[in-house]
């Protein structure tokens, strides 16, 4: 499984075999093409590759506002809130 992030990354990735995270040690991170290279070197490999929905993920502090705003009543958003350095985020 693959959950693709609106920023071109990824937010999850599930496999059957955790050897098989060698399949994407080589695709560069935080680029807005991580998520299609991902997707692509599982597929290469001849892996069947389910989609989840995607989703903001949390690479900075303002994506972590962002994600505690959209679900308010949730545990992440808790965390966020008991955070004294999120106070400084606009």
């Given at each position: 499984m693959l959950g693709p992030a609106a920023d071109g990354g990824w937010w999850?990735?599930?496999l059957r075999d955790p050897a098989a995270a060698r399949l994407v040690a080589a695709v560069p991170t935080s680029r807005d093409d991580t998520g299609e290279r991902t997707l692509l070197a599982l597929r290469d490999a001849?892996?069947?590759?389910?989609?989840?929905?995607?989703?903001?993920d949390v690479d900075t502090a303002a994506d972590a506002r962002t994600v505690a705003d959209a679900a308010p009543g949730g545990r992440f958003a808790a965390a966020v809130a008991s955070c004294p350095a999120f106070e400084l985020v606009p």
């Open positions: 999850a990735l599930g001849g892996l069947r590759v389910g989609l989840l929905p995607e989703l903001t």
